[in-house]
């Protein structure tokens, strides 16, 4: 299961003289990702790069800055990608403290510093819902509405016409469970809508 995170987290490293400020936090799309390096270089205008990586399905990105290739974007990608986590940016602002760290650790920097952020940071787990719309006769009304709240879904609307019908949205991966419910126990008067439908 994917997660993002709940908030930013901000975490410092000094390394042979050289500051890394870290942040994690949710973000959901590669230019407001974009807006929020921007920032940093305006907080930061003495900073020697602004590295970042974000992982956004599509919108995933992994940038160097003027540092060598493949020694940050690409590590702090592989944390977040690690972590098992989706919709998450990780920046880190270098200040360059004039001693040379090499290719291997200026990876272990940069990736140390978003591992570091990210022990701090409070993980939320991404719960794909599915919607369902099914209708009922009225004497079944009071069950179906049991089951759905049973099932931990969240009704969203209901219509009452000739007969009762019910949207509402629940975990993915309960879906199955709750449409087999209803029909056991609705004895085969319980009709499902499909989306294309309506």
């Not at 921007?38 to 020697?48: D, F, Y």
């Not at 969203?156 to 019908?165: E, L, N, R």
Request: negative net charge; hydrophobic residues 45%.
């Amino acid at each position: 299961m994917p997660f993002s995170l709940a908030a930013a987290v901000h975490h410092e490293l000094l390394i042979k003289k050289s500051r890394f400020i870290a942040c994690v936090q949710p973000m959901t799309d590669r230019s407001a990702a974009q807006k929020v390096v921007a920032e940093l270089w305006a907080q930061h205008p003495g900073a020697t790069h602004v590295c970042w990586a974000l992982l956004a399905g599509g919108q995933s990105a992994a940038v160097d800055d003027g540092e060598p290739s493949g020694t940050a974007g690409r590590p702090m990608l592989d944390v977040l990608r690690h972590q098992d986590l989706e919709g998450v940016l990780a920046t880190v602002v270098r200040y360059f403290g004039g001693v040379k760290l090499g290719a291997g650790g200026l990876v272990r920097a940069y990736t140390d510093s978003v591992a570091q952020a990210l022990l701090k940071s409070e993980k939320i787990a991404i719960i794909k819902l599915q919607y369902l719309t099914c209708t009922s006769p009225y004497a079944m009304e009071g069950m179906v509405r049991r089951e759905i709240e049973l099932a931990g879904a969240t009704l969203d609307h209901v219509v009452h016409s000739d007969h009762v019908q019910f949207e509402f949205s629940l975990a993915d991966n309960a879906a199955a469970q709750l449409i087999h419910r209803l029909n056991e126990a609705g004895h085969g008067r319980i009709q499902w809508i499909a989306p294309d439908d309506e």
